[in-house]
């Protein structure tokens, strides 16, 4: 039950996308790549820095387990917690597909800001090992280089995964592309799949690279 929705929920936001594109760019098609992908890459990694807002959401480490005591738990939307690296592949693909004819760069720099997001979400999931908030046993409970899904808290995959692929979205077609990432992160907090400063941290990552990638291609192409 839960894979149909999940397969529904992508069909959805996909067609939603379309008709984005349809309604902002009906008459702009822009297929071709003025562009290389490989120096567009090389731009954009070579410009990543860490930003303030890494540091703003530090406090949020300190009230990890008030938040948890004082968010309703709930199964709605539960769903999204079946959502895998492969879904959100899924999803970055057929994001890029249909926008590509309208905007190349948004299309590139989705797959790109995904990619990229990922390598750095699961590289620090591995090496923080934090436990999740359904193992009570605290929001500082670390087991270092650990492989165990129970013990990958930090930071959180949806969180991230979902604000690297919307967040390019969201800067070329309208902010109201940050509800579908929102969701996703919210939705973590009241399943008890993650705590407060995952999901603040995961969003942060994958919207760090999404927008940092995408006004450096803004830039680098004078748009």
């Not at 397969?7 to 594109?21: D, E, G, Y």
């Not at 597909?97 to 979400?121: C, G, M, N, Q, R």
């Not at 979902?162 to 929102?182: C, E, H, K």
């Amino acid at each position: 039950m839960h894979d149909k929705l999940s397969k529904c929920f992508i069909v959805f936001v996909l067609f939603s996308v379309t008709l984005t594109c349809f309604a902002n760019d009906l008459q702009n098609f822009n297929t071709s790549l003025s562009f290389t992908p490989i120096d567009e890459l090389k731009l954009d990694l070579t410009n990543m820095e860490l930003r303030n807002e890494f540091l703003y959401a530090l406090p949020t480490f300190l009230v990890d387990d008030t938040v948890r005591n004082l968010a309703p738990k709930s199964d709605f939307l539960g769903f999204l917690n079946d959502f895998e690296t492969v879904h959100f592949t899924a999803m970055a693909l057929l994001t890029a597909a249909v926008v590509y004819p309208f905007d190349s760069y948004t299309a590139f720099t989705v797959l790109e800001s995904f990619s990229v997001t990922a390598a750095i979400t699961g590289a620090i999931k591995y090496l923080v090992g934090r436990a999740r908030p359904y193992e009570d046993i605290g929001p500082y409970h670390f087991t270092f280089l650990s492989t165990n899904y129970d013990f990958q808290s930090f930071p959180s995959g949806h969180s991230a995964f979902a604000w690297s692929i919307f967040t390019p979205l969201a800067q070329r077609f309208g902010d109201y592309w940050y509800i579908v990432p929102t969701v996703f992160s919210a939705q973590r907090l009241w399943a008890d799949q993650h705590w407060l400063s995952d999901v603040v941290y995961g969003g942060l990552i994958g919207w760090s690279v999404g927008s940092t990638f995408n006004t450096n291609k803004t830039n680098g192409n004078g748009e």
